[in-house]
């Protein structure tokens, strides 16, 4: 069982930056995708961002595209989704995951691990 640990969230002001990292306890013996997934009061759970490593990061938020870069590293047994320009509807819980799985998906179903969340809240 992999466990993830997401870090880094907190309070920024608009415009601001954010760095989240999601650590895991050990690599899947195949090939992995890490997904970022964010969920807002009163709001139901959204996809944000995957990468793996044949593709790179990938944004499937419109609004994540050019504010939102992601990295991982697996000697680390780490993965950063890094945020700029943050503003107010950024405001979620942000989740990682872990699917055991070559390419990147936008469904939830398709991860086998989840961190426990950590908050980012962007208010002035």
């Known amino acids: 069982q992999v466990q993830l640990v997401e870090s880094g969230g907190g309070l920024v002001q608009p415009g601001g930056s954010l760095k989240l990292s999601c650590t895991f306890s050990?690599?899947?013996?195949?090939?992995?995708?890490i997904g970022w997934f964010r969920q807002a009061p009163g709001k139901e759970r959204e996809v944000v961002s995957c990468?793996?490593?044949?593709?790179?990061?990938?944004n499937y938020l419109d609004s994540a595209k050019g504010r939102f870069f992601l990295t991982r590293y697996s000697a680390q047994r780490v993965a950063f989704l890094q945020m700029k320009f943050l503003q107010p509807e950024d405001t979620a819980v942000y989740y990682c995951?872990?699917?055991?799985?070559?390419?990147?998906?936008?469904?939830?179903?398709?991860?086998?691990?989840w961190g426990q969340g950590t908050q980012v809240t962007v208010s002035s």
């Open positions: 995951a872990m699917g055991r799985r070559t390419l990147c998906t936008q469904h939830s179903d398709n991860y086998d691990y």
């Open positions: 050990e690599l899947p013996r195949d090939d992995y995708i």
């Open positions: 990468v793996s490593y044949n593709e790179g990061g990938l």
